[in-house]
């Protein structure tokens, strides 16, 4: 954990040098908001899992799958509220698991905006951002008459690209109007409940990269990928909607 912080500081001392290199705001939008008024939105996410979970010397592989609804409010300019409810499975090693509910909670904040490209009619051309992700998820997927249930706490300095491809030659109607790279730093705690034993991840620190796009006039796409060791991997793909 140690290390870990010691990464968050890194990361904040490198958003505050580029107030020596351009304009530098705080706070703005959130780190992965897409030139958009504040508001509500609505995804439906598919997540995929496989991670590797331990108890005492022995080590099981979880595989997992997740469909969910997701709102988000934006609270503030640089704040986020999220929320999101839907189905769950689980493979234990060789053992398959019901489907059961699968909820959780998170919150995304822009720390730093660096722009290094405006214009005074389409606003942003393109923006450096440093943020932060944090989320709270619950699993239930139990086998037969066996409980098993999970819960992974995940927090991720955050740090964007995003270039707006707005212009007057472009068709709204089937053209992007923004699209955005981001990467970083990933903690995954997980700790999970069978039949009373408790199991915890084999490995917590990993990488995050992923890619959203904007199309007229308010539908995003994202993929986004984690990385951890070895096979552990988790990967997910939304579609969404913003009011």
Not at 9 to 26: M, Q
Not at 48 to 55: I, V
Not at 63 to 75: P, T
Not at 88 to 105: F, K, N, P, Q, V
Request: aromatic share 12%.
């Amino acid at each position: 954990m140690k290390r870990y912080v010691l990464c968050c500081a890194a990361l904040l001392s490198a958003g505050c040098c580029l107030a020596d290199s351009g304009k530098l705001t705080w706070p703005d939008r959130s780190a992965l908001e897409l030139y958009h008024p504040g508001g509500w939105s609505f995804q439906l996410r598919y997540r995929s899992d496989t991670r590797e979970l331990k108890a005492g010397p022995d080590v099981a592989e979880l595989q997992a799958a997740r469909l969910c609804g997701r709102a988000a409010w934006e609270l503030l300019p640089f704040l986020t509220l999220r929320a999101e409810a839907g189905w769950c499975r689980a493979d234990l090693d060789a053992e398959e698991g019901e489907g059961g509910l699968t909820w959780s909670a998170g919150l995304r904040a822009n720390l730093f905006e660096y722009v290094p490209s405006a214009s005074p009619v389409l606003g942003k051309r393109q923006s450096i951002k440093l943020g932060l992700d944090a989320e709270y998820a619950r699993c239930v997927s139990n086998f037969e008459d066996t409980d098993f249930e999970w819960a992974e706490t995940t927090i991720t300095p955050l740090f964007s690209y995003t270039v707006n491809l707005r212009g007057p030659e472009h068709w709204p109607l089937f053209d992007p109007v923004a699209a955005g790279l981001f990467g970083g730093l990933v903690f995954s705690y997980i700790d999970a409940d069978r039949a009373g034993g408790d199991l915890s991840e084999n490995r917590d620190f990993g990488f995050l990269a992923g890619v959203n796009v904007r199309l007229a006039p308010d539908i995003v796409l994202e993929l986004d990928t984690r990385h951890y060791a070895a096979g552990d991997a988790s990967t997910s793909v939304s579609v969404g909607y913003r009011f």
